[in-house]
Each structure stands twice: as C-alpha cells, then as structure tokens.
Antibody, heavy 119, light 107 residues
Framework: EVQLVQSGAEVKKPGESLRISCKGSGYSFTSYWISWVRQMPGKGLEWMGRIDPSDSYTNYSPSFQGHVTISADKSISTAYLQWSSLKASDTAIYYC????????????WGQGTLVTVSS | DIQMTQSPSSLSASVGDRVTITCRASQGISNSLAWYRQKPGKAPKLLLYAASRLESGVPSRFSGSGSGTDYTLTISSLQPEDFATYYCQQYYSTPDTFGGGTKVEIK
C-alpha cells in the first residue's frame, strides 16, 4: 500500500527555523517526484515546489522560491520542507503529494502537517 | 503563471442531484487538468486526471470533460460523502496552479 506519512503538528515562534518531513512507503521512492502544497486557514491549495528524490533536483514556484527549501534523503525515503526564519504568515497546513513525471498531478497525498507560527 | 478560475465558488444540492463544476484556464492547457475532492480536515483526493481519466478506485459517478481552456467535473448522482470542496489543478506548465475551489453543501 502506497503511503505518505508526514511529521506531526508544530508550534513555533516568528524567526525560528523548522523542518517537516514526508516519508514514503509501499513504492519505489526514487521513481516519483514529491511536491509540497500549502493550505492557509480556510483557503485553497497552493503548489510550492517539488523534488525528484533520485537526484534531489528541485523546482520551485516563484511565489515560494527563496522562502523555503525542499530536500530529500532517498536512503530513508523521506522528503523535507524547511524554513530558516518563520513568519506568522507561514501558519498553514502543508501537504506532500506524490507526482509522476508524466503528469504533475498528485495521486497520493500525506495527511498534512499543521504549522502554527505565533509569538 | 496560468490562472485557473473555478465556478461556482459554492453550491447547494441534494443527495441524488447532478452537479457540474467548471474550471477555466487563462490559456490553453491541452487537457493537463486534474480534479480533487477535499473533505473537511482531510487531504485532497485525486478524482480525475488528463481532464477525463478516472483515477483507479474512484466511483463512476464522477466524470470530466473539456478541452482548450474550459473543463467540467460532473457528479451524476450526488452521494453523502460528496459534500466537500472540489479543486481543479492545471499541470500543463510550471508552476502548477489550482482553482479557488467549489464547496458543495447540503441543501
């Protein structure tokens, strides 16, 4: 069974750093890309960027380029999304999604990680 | 970036109703369109891709059509589990972009 399991909810202060994770199982982790998608409270879905775990090649949305870093460790089938300095506006649910290279749609999704940034 | 405009933003319907949601792209996307259903507090679930291809395991009451810039999602007979928010996503060009969502509520 294909699964993407994300790390748990986080509460952070502005200016703090954070890394959340997404562990894939039940499939060949290096055969699919992993995308990250943001959903702010009560809002819609926003694609942030994606990574090819086989070589860690990344592609970012211009809206998020420079604000987050996407990485992966193929040895443990895990992708990461990290911030060096959080802002209150980063408060959101973050989803990872598996995407096949032939079509950038998410066929499996993680359960989401709620990140709350508040002083 | 390609802008995706979904309509309506919300609708009220009853169990058994036929429901149609539309998505318009700001430029042609060559059927590179996916539809998702998101229930409250849950992750999105893929329903269709390539505009009209049903994802494995998705009930046949869901169908998709369209071409060029205009696409539709149809639910032939609304079921209780279908009261949720629906999103379209274009993947013709990066960055991927989503429509604003359509919330389907119980009448």
């Amino acid at each position: 069974e294909v699964q993407l399991v994300q790390s748990g909810a986080e509460v952070k202060k502005p200016g703090e750093s954070l890394r959340i994770s997404c562990k894939g199982s039940g499939y060949s982790f290096t055969s699919y890309w992993i995308s990250w998608v943001r959903q702010m409270p009560g809002k819609g879905l926003e694609w942030m960027g994606r990574i090819d775990p086989s070589d860690s090649y990344t592609n970012y949305s211009p809206s998020f380029q420079g604000h987050v870093t996407i990485s992966a460790d193929k040895s443990i089938s895990t992708a990461y999304l990290q911030w060096s300095s959080l802002k209150a506006s980063d408060t959101a649910i973050y989803y990872c999604a598996r995407q096949e290279g032939s079509g950038w749609y998410g066929d499996y999704w993680g359960q989401g990680t709620l990140v709350t940034v508040s002083s | 970036d390609i802008q995706m405009t979904q309509s309506p933003s919300s609708l009220s319907a009853s169990v058994g109703d036929r429901v149609t949601i539309t998505c318009r792209a700001s430029q042609g996307i060559s059927n590179s369109l996916a539809w998702y259903r998101q229930k409250p507090g849950k992750a999105p679930k893929l329903l269709l891709y390539a505009a009209s291809r049903l994802e494995s395991g998705v009930p046949s009451r869901f169908s998709g059509s369209g071409s060029g810039t205009d696409y539709t999602l149809t639910i032939s007979s609304l079921q209780p589990e279908d009261f949720a928010t629906y999103y379209c996503q274009q993947y013709y060009s990066t960055p991927d972009t989503f429509g604003g969502g359509t919330k389907v509520e119980i009448k």
